[in-house]
């Protein structure tokens, strides 16, 4: 079998804890930041993530309202499941950023 890394550098990576399974990897990233989303619901009663509250969690749910754009047209690089949107939907997650601003200003 063809390899292009070494045992030795197998080694020095593992050494390091070097995640071999990327699946694994942003499955785990996912959850982290859903438990990071529920505790934002938690704390402020609502889903909609502000930018100066908690830059990188605002990041993750535009990154997730993108990939469900994605999902529903069929595009398979979506990394979004019907689970993730079902978890998603459980906590009031907005999927229309800006209609939702624009009520929330309203209120």
Request: charged letters at 25%.
């Amino acid at each position: 079998e063809l390899s292009l890394i070494t045992k030795k550098q197998i080694e020095l990576l593992n050494k390091v804890g070097f995640e071999w399974n990327i699946i694994c990897t942003l499955e785990s990233r996912w959850n982290t930041r859903y438990e990071e989303l529920l505790s934002y619901v938690q704390d402020f009663g609502h889903a909609q993530v502000s930018k100066s509250r908690n830059p990188p969690l605002a990041v993750w749910s535009q990154s997730q309202r993108v990939n469900y754009k994605k999902f529903q047209t069929g595009d398979f690089s979506s990394e979004i499941t019907e689970r993730k949107v079902g978890l998603l939907n459980l906590v009031g997650f907005e999927w229309k950023c800006s209609e939702y601003s624009w009520y929330r200003r309203y209120e």
